[in-house]
């Protein structure tokens, strides 16, 4: 029987328009009929996979596939699952042979950001030591942006839409009171090792003094008494202090500013929070109230605010990865690749997963400004056409966006259980 089937996972921590891919990859491997046949999602990632809890997405309508696309969240479920080397767990790649096996897999789409992207690469490799007839591909998401050779990454737009609009809305809010109450307001974004979504924020400025006057990097080592001296300046000038602080801010040392003293399954250290912290500084130092948010889960879920360019790119690289798989390639990533500025252009090509995996893209040095607390115009022409245009979802009549929230069932299955490591 050939194996024409595709095994579609997602991995990770989930985008605002992640299922936007899926959905794309769904809709393009319906329209090769000659080469493809069932689409399976695996549930909660290579764990779903490993455990053979594979779902038929033959029950999705088209309809179903359109509201798919503008829902957040992952509609199959993600995981955080490392596959060791196949020297420290042959097992565990030998049930993913079979798995494809019985159930005539031929193409394993994995979408997600750098891990999984090291996770896509082993199983393409182990598919050639094995001798199985498998198109193993990454497909890119990650809100945090630090995918190595792509131009950006699906779900870094439309949150970097959100941290921009929130600080400058948040901002309104503290200058309307701070002659008399709140003088300093810390807004806490994703970014472990990489400052792009803090750096996103920066778009919210259009001039001179407007928020947010400080934005703190993992790129650029914190300093007490630097960060202190340009909060009093502009709470002197401005009345008040918007600050945007990216999780893995750390200082000279290199020691997370909020570090949990954790690591989670992939080795990386867990952090607490680092908002408060910063805010104990202000408050201790210089007296003045101090008001923090961590936007956490909210900015990558906010698919009311998503980014039309986004949104677009999210289909593209989906629909990119079963034309590649259809046209026999594997151990690749679609990756969007910028052509122009202005206009902004961009297509989608194909590069090797190698030169990917297990690879970290930091902010550029000449992408923040000379004082360490803000972003240069070039980050802003590299920023700026990333949030363009609105993709608004539909809505349910009663003032709630209306998302696909389907009833999953997986398929038989075919094998003996098996437990992941």
């Known amino acids: ?23 794309a990859v769904i809709e393009t491997a319906r329209g090769f009929p000659d080469d493809f046949g ?48 196949l020297d420290e767990s042959r097992r565990e790649y030998e049930r993913l042979i079979e798995v494809f096996d019985a159930h ?21 490799r182990m598919a050639e030591q094995f001798g199985y007839p498998l198109r193993a591909l990454g497909v890119p998401k990650t809100i945090d942006n630090d995918l190595a050779v792509t131009d950006n990454c699906p779900g870094f737009g439309s949150v970097a839409k959100y941290v921009s609009v929130s600080i400058l809305e948040a901002s309104l809010d503290v200058m309307s009171m ?16 990489a400052g792009w979504i803090a750096a996103a924020a920066g778009l919210a400025q259009r001039g001179d003094g407007d928020p947010p006057q400080i934005i703190l990097f993992p790129e650029v080592p914190f300093d007490r008494e630097t960060f202190c001296a340009a909060v009093e300046r502009s709470v002197r000038e401005h009345g008040y202090c918007s600050v945007v602080v990216s999780e ?13 003293g954790s690591t989670d399954a992939f080795g990386h250290k867990q952090l607490g929070g680092v908002a408060p912290v910063v805010a104990d500084i202000v408050e201790s130092d210089l007296g003045h109230k101090v008001h923090w948010a961590v936007s956490d889960y909210l900015q990558r879920s906010a698919r009311h605010i998503a980014s039309a360019t986004d949104v677009a790119q999210a289909r593209a690289v989906g629909r990119a990865a079963v034309e590649f798989a259809r046209a026999g390639q594997s151990g690749v990533m679609p990756v969007i690749r910028r052509i122009a500025d202005d206009p902004y252009d961009w297509d989608i090509v194909s590069a090797p997963l190698a030169d990917i995996a297990n690879h970290e893209k930091t902010l550029p040095s000449d992408y923040i400004a000379d004082d360490g607390f803000g972003i240069t115009d070039k980050a802003r022409r590299y920023l700026e056409p990333l949030i363009r245009g609105e993709d608004y979802p539909p809505y ?21 259980g098996f437990r992941p490591a």
């Open 1 to 23: 029987m050939p194996r024409n089937n595709i095994l579609y996972a997602q991995s990770g921590g989930v985008t605002p328009v992640i299922n936007a891919t899926a959905a």
């Open 178 to 193: 701070a002659s008399s109450s709140t003088k300093v307001f810390i807004l806490e974004v994703m970014g472990r090792h």
């Open 248 to 260: 893995g801010a750390r200082d000279a040392a290199g020691t997370f500013l909020a570090d949990a």
């Open 104 to 124: 005539d897999i031929g193409t394993f789409l994995y979408n997600g950001g750098n891990d999984s992207a090291d996770t896509a690469h082993k199983v393409a």
């Open 396 to 416: 349910d009549g009663h003032g709630r966006p209306d998302y696909f929230r389907p009833a999953l069932e997986t398929v038989p299955g075919k094998l003996a």
């Open 38 to 85: 069932t689409v399976f999602g695996a549930a909660d990632g290579i764990i779903g996979a490993l455990e053979e809890r594979l779902i038929d997405t033959a029950a999705f309508s088209a309809d179903d596939l359109v509201a798919l696309a503008h829902t957040p969240g992952g509609v199959f479920g993600s995981c955080r699952y490392k596959l060791k080397s």
